[in-house]
């Protein structure tokens, strides 16, 4: 795994993105010096006259929209059809971004031969070449064996996430375990766990026992590691390629010493600073938006513009937060049930604002006023925060922090209701507050301007 914007990615991942950016760029070089003719002409387009400039654009709008469709999610890249119907609508939309570009800057724009070429190459190549990655991607050659150790939750758990994402590049070849099985893995004695790791060319070893105290064979760890053999805390490896902890298997001694779960004055320096100045300007910005809704809401039914709700905070502090109201006021009955397709108490512009999520565009205020931050864990109302608090352990260490308009558990997790939901989306948020920084919470805006443009997950 790789480690960017203190968030995990699978290595084939990052490898397939840049060997894209690759192929991308090869593609339109190819396709001016096809259309200068000499090698000398291309140089002087490339180094004269911002081609290179020009291309870098065209590549960094290509991979966006590979981005946009989720071409780079496991669960797309395991659906070849899928994988190449999305490239066709790749390609549409990069017609259509360039085309408005070009509209409104006509003189950065490639000559017409060299993007059509450009295109019509990256048409070709990208398709071919994800052909090769599916087939390297799923060989069993190509994939370093693991082997489990240990009877904990996790055993299970890993098994299931390693089996379901071969871009993970890991095949569990073996598990030692005594009094649980694991599906589709074979069962190894722990006294021939040695030989058999050097027989089946193991890799690492990933530890899942739930107690480790006495019950570990060090010393055959030990010559294991030294020929080689990368040693795994599962918990840890579990995090990494999941995006989530495992609460499951989460310990209190686990969450005082482990690293992270500390936010520094500086970091919250940054993210109340970086709150007061973007929602300011979001304010200014989006006024005549917020005018045009209000009126909208007003003429639409009767009842106030503004929901207010009670919701807990950072600490458990309970704080009001604001919203544009959505549903008929008598569906108001103090009740706290979630929204569904096709809910009866929505109103006409509340069915609209609902998928773009317009109708959050007052929490604005509550950022400005630093009751929540831009991306932090997402408040609940009190009553279900203590029936939450109350069932799932260590839930009440999502309040450590100030909550926020979007977060790590949103993008990941979508629309919770029911007591497990809330348990998954727990793991999430774990997950952000133990890896939070500037830079995971600038992967969380990206990705949630994605879901916001494509209009998913809004009731």
């Known amino acids: 795994m790789i480690r960017l914007f203190h968030a995990y990615f699978p290595t084939r991942t990052v490898l397939l993105t840049l060997s894209e950016a690759i192929l991308l760029i090869a593609a339109f070089l190819l396709a001016v010096l096809a259309a200068a003719g000499t090698t000398t002409n291309a140089s002087i387009f490339l180094l004269y006259e911002n081609g290179i400039g020009r ?11 590979i981005y946009y469709f989720d ?88 098994s299931y996430e390693i089996g379901h994402r071969p871009e993970l590049g890991v095949r569990v070849a073996g598990a030692v375990v005594h009094d649980i099985s694991i599906d589709g893995v074979r069962t190894v004695d722990s006294g021939d766990m040695t030989a058999f790791a050097k027989r089946n060319g193991i890799r690492r070893v990933i530890l899942t026992a739930a107690e480790r105290r006495g019950t570990l064979p060090l010393a055959e760890l030990l010559d294991l590691k030294a020929d080689g053999v990368e040693i795994l805390d599962g918990g840890e490896y579990y995090e990494s390629i999941t995006g989530k902890l495992s609460l499951d298997s989460l310990r209190l001694g686990w969450l005082l010493f482990s690293p992270g779960f500390r936010v520094g004055g500086l970091l919250r320096f940054y993210k109340r600073s970086a709150s007061i100045v973007f929602a300011g300007l979001a304010l200014v ?22 929901f207010r709700q009670s919701r807990v905070g950072e600490r458990g502090r309970v704080f009001m937060m604001y919203k544009f109201r959505t549903m008929y006021a008598e569906c108001e009955n103090g009740k706290h049930d979630p929204a569904a397709h ?13 998928p773009p999520r317009l109708d959050e565009l007052p ?24 029936h939450y608090a109350a069932r799932i352990p260590f839930y009440r ?15 990941n997790r979508g629309y919770n209701a029911t007591l497990d939901d809330n348990k998954e989306k727990l793991a999430y948020d774990l997950f952000y507050i133990k890896n939070i920084s500037a830079g995971l919470d600038l992967f969380i805006m ?14």
Request: charged fraction near 15%; aromatic fraction near 10%.
């Open 363 to 386: 929490q604005l205020v509550n950022i400005l006023k630093g009751d929540m931050a831009f991306v932090g864990p997402r408040p609940f109302v009190p009553d279900q925060e203590e």
């Open 285 to 306: 910005i989006l006024s005549p938006v917020l005018a045009i809704v209000a009126l909208a809401i007003r003429l639409d039914s009767k009842g106030p513009v503004i």
């Open 342 to 354: 096709g809910d009866s108490r929505i109103t006409r512009v509340g069915a609209w604002l609902r």
């Open 397 to 411: 260490q999502r309040w450590l922090i100030k909550p926020g308009a979007t977060g790590w558990a949103q993008i």
């Open 55 to 65: 291309i870098a654009f065209i590549v960094i709008v290509v991979l966006v929209m």
């Open 446 to 459: 990206l990705s949630t301007a994605k879901i916001l443009l494509l209009g998913r997950g809004g009731r």
């Open 71 to 158: 071409l780079y999610s496991s669960m797309v890249l395991s659906n070849t059809r899928e994988v190449f119907t999305r490239l066709v609508g790749v390609m549409g939309c990069t017609f259509l971004a360039l085309a408005l570009f070009y509209f409104a800057f006509p003189d950065v724009k490639l000559n017409g031969k060299v993007l059509w070429f450009g295109l019509l190459a990256s048409s070709i190549a990208l398709p071919a070449w994800r052909s090769v990655f599916f087939m390297l991607n799923r060989s069993p050659r190509f994939a370093e064996r693991a082997l489990i150790l240990g009877d904990g939750p996790l055993a299970g758990l890993l």
